[in-house]
């Protein structure tokens, strides 16, 4: 009997395997997490400028390996004695890859590169006022194109830590203590030393560093002004990719409590005052996304009588709409293109306490009070993030 049964068996499995392949092969290519995305041909004044500036003596960018080779910098990525460069684009704005230029451990503590002033107008004498009118270094236009260079060097968002529900009270005094120390040593060369935002670098920042101290923290998923220990938790582990604060994920657990305890100290009364409120907008687990859920949040997004996403961030997302020209001429950056820029906090908790509470005056929160749309907020976090090259 299991002789003539198995030969139907094997028969069956074959057909199914082939039915599979096929089907596997009408979905589109998707690049596995943490793998580079495919890159597109660039303008070669652009790797010129790369090489002009001459990074490549000590960072490889294995990705172009092949365009600079052709440009005769054979030595690209030989002996690198800085990191690799690739999948760097997009992480950082194009201002903070000029701070790291001007005075690279104020941006990146651990970094041992020289400053690269000789890439700034007369040596950095030379400067211009930025949006908010203060002074700023003016970078060569050969620099500014190998900025441009290294943000064609893109991958796909890192993994990161989901929103830790209810895990970090507030630590004990002797933390804000250990915490105040890594402050000036990690933090400062930003958000300066006092945490109010002002720092020898924070100029050339389009949109510029939280001011801490003034609790101007606009990363939160509470309905409270200020930020719940987990968002702050949270926010040290992931960074803010595109936003030019970094991930201090390589941080001890304990190391990042007790930043935390630190910023929470500056405003202790608050954070008391508060404390019942905390993490009452992301009480739920994420919905699991289906097509029906993008469709549902691409016509959303189109809706004019209530989210009004398309003002803004334009019909397509790419941050074109007709209000453009006057967020950035009252918060001195303009939308956010949420199609080819990194989404800040893209995990799905992110974006869905970005949508319901919205970020500080420039974009409103859109939850209601009775908490009664939170499906049509789900709905555009599956649309926004299924949009972004970095997130689908």
Not at 209 to 238: C, F, H, V
Request: aromatic letters at 10%; one cysteine or more; charged letters at 20%.
């Amino acid at each position: 009997m299991l002789d003539r049964i198995w030969p139907l068996v094997l028969a069956l499995l074959c057909c199914l395997a082939a039915l599979a392949a096929g089907l596997w092969s009408t979905l589109p290519a998707r690049p596995p997490q943490g793998q580079p995305i495919p890159l597109e041909p660039i303008d070669e004044n652009l790797a010129r400028a790369y090489v002009d500036a001459q990074c490549w003596h000590c960072h490889s960018a294995s990705q172009r390996h092949q365009e600079l080779s052709r440009l005769g910098v054979q030595a690209a990525g030989a002996r690198p004695m800085g990191p690799d460069l690739s999948g760097v684009g997009g992480l950082y704005p194009d201002g903070w890859h000029f701070a790291h230029l001007w005075q690279p451990d104020a941006v990146s503590w651990h970094s041992h590169m020289p400053a690269q002033r000789h890439l700034f107008a007369l040596g950095g004498k030379a400067g211009s006022a930025n949006l908010r009118g203060e002074m700023v270094p003016v970078p060569s236009a050969t620099t500014r194109k190998a900025v441009q260079y290294v943000q064609t060097l893109m991958a796909p968002s890192p993994q990161r830590l989901p929103w830790p529900r209810g895990r970090h009270g507030l630590p004990d005094s002797g933390s804000v203590v250990e915490g105040k120390k890594l402050f000036a040593e990690l933090c400062s060369g930003c958000h300066g030393a006092d945490g109010g935002g002002k720092s020898e670098v924070s100029a050339f920042f389009e949109k510029p560093p939280a001011n801490l101290s003034g609790g101007i923290m606009m990363w939160r998923s509470t309905r409270a002004p200020l930020p719940s220990y987990d968002d702050l938790y949270t926010t040290l582990t992931n960074g803010l990719p595109g936003a030019g604060m970094p991930s201090f994920a390589h941080l001890s657990a304990g190391s990042r409590a007790s930043l935390v305890a630190y910023l929470a100290s500056m405003h202790r009364d608050e954070f008391n005052a508060y404390e019942p409120q905390f993490s009452d907008v992301l009480g739920r687990d994420v919905p699991t996304f289906t097509p029906q859920m993008v469709a549902r949040g691409r016509a959303l997004f189109a809706d004019n009588e209530y989210y009004k996403c398309v003002d803004c961030h334009g019909d397509e997302g790419k941050g074109d709409g007709y209000l453009g020209a006057e967020v950035r001429r009252s918060f001195g950056y303009p939308p956010r293109n949420l199609v080819s820029e990194r989404l800040r906090r893209g995990y799905p908790e992110g974006v869905y306490a970005t949508l319901a509470l919205g970020l500080g005056r420039a974009m409103s929160g859109y939850l209601k009070n009775d908490a009664s749309n939170e499906a049509d907020l789900w709905a555009l976090v599956a649309y926004v993030r299924s949009i972004n090259r970095f997130e689908r």
